[in-house]
């Protein structure tokens, strides 16, 4: 598998510092349904995680934490919930919980637009370095 980044589609809500909501749309022509089960398309959960690291990228590059440099240290909870098919607009939620010795907290949602089914949640940790 060749190594892609799909990054997010549009952002609907972004509150500075605090939390971001973003869509992303999953395009029946996109090369990785092609690669990820031919007869059974189904979205990746590694590049649902990728969604939701390219929102968050979003939202610190949009805060007043832009200037710092951060690496992810932890994905926790992360739980998997529905499959993601071809024509689904993912709904990524994403809110800062607290911020302890330079590590950032988030919990995060991912839900299907349109009829709001929840697809994966967890929490995320970044560490400013």
Not at 38 to 66: F, H, R, W
């Amino acid at each position: 598998m060749q190594n892609r980044n799909y990054p997010i589609d549009r952002e609907i809500e972004l509150v500075r510092d605090k939390r971001i909501i973003s869509l992303k749309f999953l395009s029946f022509n996109e090369p990785i349904f092609e690669e990820h089960f031919p007869d059974m398309s189904i979205y990746p959960g590694s590049m649902i995680m990728n969604t939701v690291a390219s929102s968050l990228e979003s939202l610190i590059q949009n805060s007043n934490y832009k200037h710092l440099n951060t690496v992810p240290i932890e994905i926790k909870t992360a739980k998997f919930r529905k499959a993601c098919l071809p024509g689904d607009l993912l709904k990524v939620e994403i809110n800062l919980k607290n911020i302890e010795n330079k590590i950032y907290k988030f919990s995060f949602q991912v839900n299907e637009y349109f009829n709001g089914d929840l697809v994966c949640n967890g929490q995320m940790m970044i560490k400013a370095v």
